[in-house]
């Protein structure tokens, strides 16, 4: 096991701090690695793809699990164990050729089998299934004690693992139940939508026949086209709908992964950052004018689908040297003027906000700290140096909360503790149950502390 002192920070690069990294190979590294942690605790960490501070801790230790990636064979039920330190592309290319898929897959492949469990990712299709852990028939769990436990469903440290952000144990591995496709191919609809209104309208026009579904905001429109945006759902495609010339199967590995990678070799974060607001809104114009009005039955590889942004994977640099703050809230059905509000508020202070992701959820799920409920979910990147920026996001956490709303706390890197407190009532039990499981904190985070979680 190789073990190192380094700077770590999240994926937004906001607020770096410095750790102790241990990179265990076998769960008895792992297990002895938590039983010499020192007195500032320790975190699991896989890819780093969280933008905010969830996996780091500051003169503590961090649990690097990337090098437990060990996948197992898919029996004739679909079930599949595998460690906790692989990731969900490289789960997508071995799968893919076999016919299967991950149960639940998350707009980013760049995240670890233990980092979806820790943050009970929510997919395009939350309505229909649900969160990452609610796939999950069995986890294997290193606590406090450095004993490894079988974790199942239905326990309660298996519902405050799932979205427990790391604080209960560290993930060693996972049997996860899959999802058969015929082919490697999504056929995908996409439409444009005026405003807000319109937008929220085609959501839910076409009730759940697509399963797969976001849409893109255009949050430096104003006036009537306040909201306005494009609409993208899809379905696994069947092999009636591949394309004549097609071979006698499209199951391939080359379905699995975003098309191209468009690096930044050896570049530093865009000083000022590369938008500002007269750049992001014509960036805006151009891809919502480009986007065709209607079009349907349109065929994609399945990660070019679901993984569209991991094809410029160093986007994160273009916000500037303070980095970016991920800015994800969620509020329930019956709430959509609090939305609109957020949205105009957003758009009337003209931020430079060029990535902007609506998704509807459905029936919550059941860990404790988890992020999805229903109703709908807006995530949007602004650059952290913006002047005035905390101030405006507190603002908005108290409008969310006030509309029986949350942030999601796997993205978090600026909310205040009283404000969490406000958006999870599920808090105080998940106290309760680490007290009791973890008396001596061996589990901690930057943002545990942060937060008082």
């Given at each position: 096991?190789?073990v190192d002192?380094?700077s ?6 906001t607020?770096?701090?410095t ?7 076998t ?10 942690r020192g ?6 960490r896989?890819?780093g ?5 969830a ?12 090098g ?15 460690d ?5 592309e ?23 089998v233990?980092?979806?469990?820790a ?14 852990a ?10 406090a004690?450095?004993?490894?436990r079988?974790v ?24 996860l ?7 490697g191919?999504?056929?995908?609809s ?24 976001s849409?893109?905001?255009?949050l430096m ?23 004549a ?16 990678r ?13 938008f500002?607001?007269?750049s992001?809104?014509l ?13 349907t ?10 993984h ?9 640099l273009l ?8 800015y994800?809230?969620?509020?329930g ?9 957020v949205?105009?508020?957003i ?9 902007a992701?609506l ?52 993205k978090d890197?600026r ?8 958006m ?18 061996a589990?901690?985070?930057d ?7």
């Open positions: 096991m190789s002192t380094v770590l920070s999240g994926w937004g690069r607020a770096p701090t750790a102790v990294r241990f990179r265990p190979r769960h008895e590294e792992a297990a002895a690695a938590v039983r010499g007195p500032r605790g320790v975190i699991a896989g890819l793809r969280s933008p905010g501070d996996a780091q801790n500051a003169g503590g230790s961090v649990l690097d699990l990337t437990l990636a060990r996948i197992g064979g898919v029996d004739a039920g679909g079930a599949l164990h595998c906790a330190g692989v990731s969900l490289r789960l997508l290319r071995v799968l893919l050729p076999l016919g299967w898929l991950p149960p639940v897959v998350p707009g980013t492949g760049r995240v670890t233990g980092g979806a469990i943050s009970d990712l929510p997919g395009l299709d939350h309505r229909r299934s649900g969160s990452f609610r796939h999950v028939s069995a986890l294997e769990l290193l606590t004690d450095g004993e490894v079988t199942l469903p239905g326990t309660a440290l298996f519902d405050a693992t799932a979205g427990g952000l790391g604080l209960t144990g560290v993930i060693l591995g996972a049997t139940r899959l999802r058969r496709v015929a082919t191919l999504m056929s995908v996409t439409e444009r939508a005026e405003d807000l209104d319109d937008l929220l309208a085609r959501f839910t026009s076409g009730g759940d026949r697509l399963p797969y579904a849409a893109w905001i255009d429109a104003r006036g009537r086209a306040t909201g306005r945006g494009i609409l993208t759902r899809g379905e696994h495609a069947t092999p009636d709908m591949r394309p010339h097609a071979g006698r199967t499209l199951l391939s590995s080359r379905s699995g992964g975003a098309r191209g468009f690096r930044l070799p050896g570049c530093p974060p865009v000083p000022g950052g590369l500002g607001p007269a992001a809104a960036y805006n114009e151009v891809r919502y004018r480009g986007a065709p009005r209607a079009r039955g349109e065929l994609r590889p399945v990660g070019a689908f679901f569209a942004a991991d094809a410029f994977p160093d986007a994160n916000y500037g040297r303070g980095g970016l703050v991920r994800r809230f969620a509020v059905h019956g709430q959509e003027e609090t939305l609109h509000r949205v105009r508020r758009a009337a202070r003209r931020s430079p906000a060029v990535r992701v998704q509807r959820f459905g029936a919550a799920d059941p860990g404790g700290l988890s992020f999805a409920a229903p109703g709908w979910s807006l995530a949007l990147d602004l650059p952290a140096a913006l002047p005035g920026l905390a101030r405006f996001l507190d603002d908005v956490d108290e409008e969310v909360a006030a509309a029986g709303g949350r942030v999601c706390l796997a890197s909310m205040r503790p009283e404000a969490a407190a406000a999870y009532p599920g808090l105080a039990g998940f106290r309760e149950l680490r007290a009791r499981l973890d008396p001596t904190e589990f901690r985070s943002l545990s502390r942060r937060l008082g979680l």
